[in-house]
Each structure stands twice: as structure tokens, then as C-alpha cells.
């Protein structure tokens, strides 16, 4: 596979911003780290930047990018759309938690409910993201129970890891947030084992011969699936083939 760098990258890094916000939303606001400026602008900061990137990083595997606002109205039926408007939406309490943070220096009251409320924006658009993959019925890899659990684990993983990163840089750190991280590290990791290994035990029920439409005989690959690089592939299917897109 040759998954455009824009979409790896909006991946990593929303999952990981939305992660970070939603940890600390919930501890931030329930008093279990300080109101600190320093703390609180770095952690914020972070978030919101590595979630601002990777959401501008998603333009770039569009074929119109110009035409990105369209996907807003499409909520009703596609995943993609209502993830657009989870996204968006979350900035809104985000917003509210770092300003009360950062420039009023509190964490409780309404600052902690939009804390809250930046924490549920995160999940649920990390949700819609997981989504997207897990109704793609044609791909039986990803139209599965593992997708969006997947999506979860690894968000939490890498905010996880992000926030005691940053508790230990600012002399906060604690032990149960370690552990946390620590936990979620091996969640993740032992998540994608018992996905690959129900990848490699998956039966699919489509055939050669269900797809062509041909049920006279049995239709046979020349050349079988496969996902990493070959000749044909570099030369016929991406030197040759945008040679000829750009004319």
C-alpha cells in the first residue's frame, strides 16, 4: 500500500492531540494537576497544535481541497462528514478550558465542565475517525469488532504517554500517571496482536469468482493481492501512471 503521508500523519497526530486533551481535561479539571500557566500553556499548546496539524494535514489527500466544506453537510450518512463537525465542535470547549486555564490560572467551576466537555469532543471524534475504517464492509480487515476499540486504545496510548512526558518535565510527575501510560502502552501493543492474528485467520466469503461475476469455471490471479512494493507496481502503476496524470 502507498497511504499518502498527509493521512498517516492526521492519524498519528490528532490521535495523539485528542488523547493528551482529553486527559487533561478530566484531571486538569478535577484537581488532579495544578492550574499552573507554564503547565498548562505547553500541555494546551501541544494539544491543540498537534490537533490543528494533522486536521490541516487532511487537505492534503483530498482531491479538491478546495471543497473540504462540503463534507460538513453529508453528516447524515458518512462518517468522514460527522468527524469533520466532531472536530470543529471540540475546539469550541477547548478553547474555553485554555482560556480559563492559561489566562485566568483555574481549573474548576465552568473551566472544569469545558474541560469535560473538550475530553467527550475528543472521544467522539476519535470515534468518527475509528468509523470511517470500521464500515468499510469491502475491506474485512477493518469492518470489524477491533477498528474502533484500535482507534481508543492508541489515543489513549499516546496522550497517555505525551501527558506523563509532560508532568515529568514540569516536576509533577506521579506514579499512577506512569503507570497509566504504561498500562495503555501494552494495551495497544497487545490490541494489535490479537488484530493481526484475527487478520490472518479472517475467511472471506467473497471469491474471484463472486467479484468477476463469472461462475462458469474458476477464476485464477495471474498475480495474487499483495501490499508491498513491486516492479510492476512502481513502474506501470505510479511512474508511468502519474506520468500520464500530469499531462
Known amino acids: ?5 498527509s493521512v498517516v500523519f492526521f492519524t498519528t497526530a490528532t490521535g ?24 498548562g500553556l505547553t500541555g494546551m499548546g501541544l494539544a ?42 471540540t475546539f469550541v470547549p477547548a478553547g474555553l478550558f485554555g482560556i480559563g486555564w492559561v489566562v485566568l490560572g483555574r481549573t474548576s467551576g465552568w473551566v472544569a465542565v469545558a474541560g469535560l466537555l473538550a475530553a467527550i469532543g475528543a472521544v467522539a471524534t476519535v470515534c468518527t475517525t475509528g468509523m470511517i475504517y470500521a464500515s468499510l464492509k469491502p475491506i474485512a480487515q477493518w469492518h470489524s469488532r477491533f477498528t474502533l476499540p484500535g482507534y481508543l486504545i492508541f489515543s489513549a496510548m499516546t496522550g497517555s504517554v505525551l501527558l506523563n512526558a509532560l508532568l515529568q518535565g514540569f516536576g509533577v510527575g506521579s506514579a499512577a500517571v506512569l503507570a497509566c501510560a504504561l498500562l495503555a502502552t501494552f494495551a495497544g501493543w497487545g490490541w494489535k496482536l490479537v488484530t493481526w492474528r484475527y487478520n490472518d485467520r479472517l475467511e472471506i466469503p467473497t471469491t474471484a469468482n463472486t467479484a468477476t461475476g463469472l461462475a462458469g469455471g474458476t477464476v485464477r490471479s495471474i498475480e495474487w493481492p499483495h501490499t508491498e512494493e513491486n516492479y510492476l507496481l512502481k513502474e506501470m502503476g505510479f511512474r508511468i501512471a502519474r506520468k500520464h496524470s500530469a499531462k
Do not use: K, T
Open 1 to 5: 500500500m502507498h497511504p499518502a503521508f
Open 16 to 39: 495523539a492531540g485528542y488523547g493528551l486533551l482529553a486527559l487533561l481535561g478530566v484531571l486538569a479539571g478535577q484537581g488532579f494537576i495544578p492550574p499552573d500557566f507554564w503547565l
Open 48 to 89: 491543540l497544535g498537534l490537533i490543528s496539524a494533522g486536521l490541516l494535514s487532511s487537505a492534503g489527500h483530498l482531491g479538491r481541497p478546495e471543497r473540504a466544506w462540503r463534507a460538513f453537510s453529508q453528516w447524515r450518512s458518512s462518517w468522514l462528514s460527522r468527524e469533520g463537525i466532531a472536530s470543529v465542535a
